[in-house]
């Protein structure tokens, strides 16, 4: 902390934990071609994960697709003051998330997290990238 | 579900169907160009459309510009627990959606849903990407 | 409407106006450059604008700066059941609008409406876009 | 203002401030690597803070990440009326943020402000660019 800025006072009385158990995620595609060094530029999806609170945040993920039944739950944790940038491409049980396959999802927590959408699509030779904070739901 | 991580309880009491029956976005614009090949890499706007619900979704899309009365109602429906990325590009009936106009699309349905917007433009010989969550109205 | 879908009722009981009358997009930059053909590839910064409502929305635009007071109000008119993609470049009353500058800006209107932010960034060779909704308020 | 629109009148009775005074970004990641010229194209994460209100806004930044504990709080002032674009990149004090680093943000003001979260990774040759607003809570 800056000695200099005496008349800074972090606020207070903000001690209640920051997001929603329940968020979504409309979009989703791992496309299966890359074409940057593996694993920074592979093309992916991921979602952000934040927990800010004080427990570890337990978080079930399921998958829907266009025309199956849904897959999941994916389960991961996120520790007390983490953040965990989960790539779907990483997930592998109950099974892995197809490629080139529009899919969405519905991630679940016991505690408040934050969850945030970004894909990074290195098919071709310079990269696009997208970002969204998902939809947040209790 | 994993049986070595015994510890994970999935969140109990969270049966509420997930997200709004209204929903806008107020961008729209379909390039009438495209460097990729067809389709993946066409230029197209999606809207990605989430029913994590129990019950089938109908959904109607108005479309809205900027010089003439709106467009619509194009109906689809989104079956119980999948999702659907309905491009723009796609819409038929009553009419297509017209190319290089600039448009805003509501999206109605009987039940909640979660809708996110998405364009990819290959107009040029690398793709650019945007998403973002439209804007949820009950 | 399509004929055949007997099935599909439009929602009712869903009259309310779709929006907020405050929005504000913390995030503004017009770049100078750009390489692509004026005006579709020139670089620019846009407020989409949708007005799904029955009564014209008067709206008013407030620029922010880092080092300066605020410009405008920048007045435009989106008519009902119309949307207006607003691009920053083009405001010039009372001022434009300082390419090369970081700005933010807060639109209000007198009816609801919903706001989404866009950039087309064409410094390079290839563009990038991107977007997200704007930040509502009442 | 301009005198010719008389019927406009711009709205009254909303002095609220507007914005939060709590924000979370999931998403953060500085890549050690640019190509384009510096600083504008170099590849940076910026958090953009609008204060659209009368009194200051002391902000404290928090950073969390993925195997240790949380670095801050970082503080910065925007004075009212003015916005910062805030680069994650040239915060130094309590100490810089690691590059090529997974981590995520919680932004606390005493006074609402807006907040949205914007990357330009210029790691190939031409940038890709990514926004969103951040998340909202009080």
Redesign the interface.
């Known amino acids: ?2 000695e200099a ?1 005496t ?5 207070a009385g ?1 001690p ?1 934990p ?2 929603h ?2 968020w ?6 791992i496309p299966s071609g890359s074409t ?1 060094p593996d694993p ?2 592979a093309s992916h999806e ?1 979602a ?3 927990n ?1 609170g004080e427990r570890d945040a ?1 978080v ?1 993920i ?1 998958i ?4 199956r ?2 897959a999941g ?1 994916y ?1 991961v944790t996120v520790p007390a ?5 989960l790539r779907f491409n990483d997930l592998r ?2 099974e892995p998330v197809p490629r ?1 396959t ?3 999802s ?1 991630i ?3 505690v408040p997290i ?8 290195s ?16």
């Open positions: 902390m800056s800025d008349k800074f006072r972090k606020p903000l209640a920051i997001g158990r329940r979504a995620i409309a979009e989703g595609f940057g920074s530029m991921t952000c994960l934040l800010a337990h079930a399921t829907y697709f266009r025309d039944d849904p739950p389960q003051q983490r953040t965990l940038h049980d109950p080139d529009e899919y969405a519905v679940e927590a016991d934050v969850v945030q959408h970004t894909r990074l699509d098919r071709q030779a310079e990269n696009a990238l997208m970002s969204t904070i998902a939809y947040p739901s209790d």
